[in-house]
């Protein structure tokens, strides 16, 4: 039986003086009661109470080991209280890429501090995959369709990608009709996908075209730098250029080809055990990342 349900018993006994008055307070039943007082008698081999058809009294030894029990009561209180606190406070490690930190994730957080003062943040901002149980991170946001063994990946938000390049970098160049040609161009490409783009057609068929791919990073600010600076062709967030594009900085392309999107997960390592102020964390992303990655 659980040794600590037993000392609340016989307090509770004490206090009531009654084993059916302690039954009513901890709604059990009269012979749990019993039967908690008995393991405990038994455990600890001496009696705690005189019992006679009329009253019941401690013992010496009852009122010696009362004292005691208070303690631990007192103690196991305390410590709950702790780790309630500790529950909400503390510091989230978080890790993910400059761009989607700068794409809405750094007001995101803001507006999720206000609501929770008391917690602290450490962002480790890099495009790399940040091992979770290594690098003691509790959060990752990545671009990913699927995440290793053992984490936990939830969607937060769908991205697309526009191909486009700068108007002087198309005019120095032959017109750019078909995706095919691309392998005659000078491309901007991100490190995972430096081989080839895949496309879908008007009748989402995908396709690979080979490229040419003469800047790489995996930072995608970088990517951007280099194509506003005229130097190729990149495929990059919607998000990221649309101001540009509709300013005519960039020029979209393919107008009938669209790149697959891109899902942005949440990923953490474990449900169980998670502290209070994480599980709120992952709810408020959840719920509220999409609003400011779309502003």
């Not at 018993?9 to 019993?34: D, K, P, T």
């Not at 290793?148 to 990946?153: E, Q, V, Y």
């Not at 062709?233 to 005519?248: E, F, K, T, W, Y």
Request: charged letters at 15%; aromatic letters at 8%; one cysteine or more.
């Amino acid at each position: 039986m659980d040794s600590l349900k037993a000392i609340q018993v016989f307090v509770s006994i004490a206090e009531h003086g009654s084993l059916s008055q302690a039954a009513e307070h901890l709604n059990y039943s009269r012979a749990m009661v019993s039967r908690y007082l008995d393991h405990l008698e038994h455990t600890f081999s001496v009696r705690l109470f005189q019992r006679n058809t009329r009253k019941i009294s401690l013992t010496p030894a009852g009122e010696k080991a009362l004292r005691y029990c208070e303690n631990i009561l007192q103690q196991q209180a305390l410590l709950t209280e702790l780790a309630a606190h500790e529950q909400q406070t503390g510091t989230i490690r978080l890790t993910c890429g400059l761009f989607l930190y700068q794409m809405g994730l750094n007001e995101c957080l803001r507006a999720f501090k206000q609501q929770y003062p008391q917690v602290q943040f450490e962002i480790i901002l890099t495009e790399n995959t940040v091992d979770l149980i290594e690098g003691q991170a509790d959060l990752a946001l990545r671009i990913t369709q699927k995440v290793a063994d053992g984490l936990i990946a939830r969607p937060v938000f769908t991205i697309e990608s526009v191909f486009c390049a700068h108007p002087d970098y198309l005019k120095q160049h032959p017109p750019l009709i078909h995706p095919r040609q691309l392998i005659q161009y000078d491309c901007i490409t991100h490190q995972s996908s430096s081989q080839f783009w895949s496309m879908l057609d008007q009748q989402q068929q995908p396709q690979n075209y080979p490229l040419n791919s003469t800047f790489r990073s995996n930072e995608v600010n970088a990517l951007y730098d280099m194509c506003i600076h005229a130097q190729g062709i990149a495929m990059l967030p919607r998000h990221l250029v649309q101001n540009d594009i509709s300013g005519g900085q960039l020029t979209a392309l393919f107008s009938e080809f669209t790149a697959p999107d891109l899902t942005l997960s949440l990923v953490y390592a474990s449900r169980q055990h998670l502290p209070k102020m994480i599980q709120q964390c992952i709810v408020f992303l959840t719920e509220n990342l999409s609003f400011y990655l779309n502003k």
